[in-house]
């Protein structure tokens, strides 16, 4: 029996995870990936599967963005440059930053969170994949009064939306993690979300793809698609020359916007280039996952060493590393953690994540280009929603009823004035 042939562009959480649940319900699956996997945005997590999380533009967040802009050691760094697109999107970015959008967004992810946490569970189970994979939540710990009042008003927020937190104060928390300093003042405890070992699990979920009939091609770099009146058709590799595809799922982080480009298809995106830094633990260590709120780090243990994550510098696609982000990283854990003197640094790596100027992803057929499917567009939801994404994209695919109800999720929603638009390639 012949079977539908979907190639996917990009072996990250969200193609891998499409891969996965397409090869499930009988489809031939070819993965294209322009590097190794698990060396992606996927790979440098903190691998909490967050949910819950907030969207990126927040109520109150142009304000605070245009003071960090002349701080280069502010969570948020833009870097100056003449750009039209960086521009338009942070223009875009602007007027999402109101208490609707959030409310917007917060309904669509957070029922994809909630998915994609059962999708984890039963991934985890059924393929066996060793990843450390835990699902006692994490933790956002406060060394302020403000910054306390501030997690309760989130933890109120989440309320609507069928997420359960718990609130400690801060002698309770720091009993249950000695790690943190006196000045702790108190936590919000995520206990609907999970953790992992990002890399493990990517690696492991790509075997499991694999086992499933999955062709996983790596270092091969898609240079355009390939269109018939009109229709997607397939992708032209570099290394492998034309590759046809009856679907063609567009799911390459940042560099998906290109590709769409090329073809007609608006899908704005700047890279959102995250950090961790992975130290030796000290005598004392952290035993579950604390993002450490106010200096906006996040402080994981994983595999014998603890990853320090965090930070969004918007300095186009590049993967140049900011020595002074880095140590943004330490000095932050510093502020919360006992024993940070006694680390060592043991690697140090930088990701760029996908990031549109709504804080939605982009789940759907291309407008105007049959046969091509995006799948992009997650910020630092990647991890967190890849699983649920991938779900999405089988079942958006295969005409079944869809686990989420997928409008909000729309690519035409970045469609451009007819004046400005792009002829698609025929």
């Not at 060493?305 to 990283?329: A, D, F, P, Q």
Request: glycine content about 10%; some cysteine.
């Amino acid at each position: 029996m012949n079977r539908e042939h979907c190639v996917v562009i990009g072996a990250g959480i969200i193609g891998i995870s499409s891969a996965y649940y397409l090869a499930k319900r009988g489809y031939q699956v070819t993965v294209i990936e322009r590097g190794e996997i698990g060396n992606g945005a996927s790979f440098g997590s903190a691998g909490i599967i967050a949910v819950g999380h907030p969207t990126m533009p927040r109520p109150g967040l142009v304000s605070q963005t245009l003071k960090w802009m002349v701080d280069k050691t502010s969570p948020i760094q833009i870097k100056p440059r003449l750009s039209l697109e960086l521009a338009k999107w942070l223009w875009q970015f602007r007027g999402a930053c109101n208490a609707k959008h959030e409310a917007h967004c917060m309904d669509i992810l957070s029922t994809l969170g909630l998915i994609s946490k059962e999708c984890f569970d039963s991934i985890v189970n059924e393929e066996n994949i060793d990843c450390d994979y835990r699902t006692e939540g994490w933790y956002e710990v406060y060394r302020t009064t403000n910054g306390m009042k501030q997690g309760h008003a989130d933890a109120q927020l989440l309320g609507k939306y069928n997420i359960d937190v718990d609130v400690l104060g801060g002698q309770e928390m720091r009993d249950s993690e000695p790690m943190l300093k006196p000045g702790v003042v108190g936590a919000i405890h995520y206990v609907q979300s999970a953790l992992a070992d990002p890399q493990r699990f990517l690696v492991g979920l790509a075997d499991a793809a694999v086992n499933k009939g999955v062709n996983l091609l790596t270092n091969t770099s898609v240079t355009s698609l390939k269109l018939r009146s009109g229709e997607c058709v397939g992708v032209v590799t570099k290394e492998q020359g034309v590759i046809e595809a009856d679907t063609v799922i567009l799911a390459a982080g940042v560099w998906s916007t290109q590709l769409a480009k090329s073809v007609g298809v608006n899908v704005p995106m700047q890279a959102g280039k995250g950090y961790h830094r992975n130290v030796t633990c000290p005598e004392l260590c952290l035993t579950n996952t604390c993002v450490l709120a106010e200096s906006y780090t996040a402080a994981a243990p994983m595999s014998g060493y603890l990853r320090l994550s965090g930070t969004v510098e918007l300095s186009g696609i590049n993967h140049r590393l900011n020595s002074k982000r880095l140590e943004m990283l330490t000095q932050g854990a510093s502020e919360f953690l006992e024993g940070m003197e006694q680390t060592e640094i043991i690697s140090e790596w930088c990701g760029l994540r996908p990031c549109t100027p709504d804080g939605l992803p982009v789940i759907d057929w291309a407008p105007g280009v049959q046969g091509l499917f995006l799948a992009t567009g997650h910020a630092r939801m990647g991890f967190t929603l890849g699983p649920a994404t991938g779900k999405l994209v089988s079942e958006l695919i295969l005409g079944d009823s869809p686990c989420v109800e997928p409008h909000a999720l729309k690519a035409d929603r970045f469609r451009q004035s007819k004046r400005h638009r792009i002829t698609a390639v025929h």
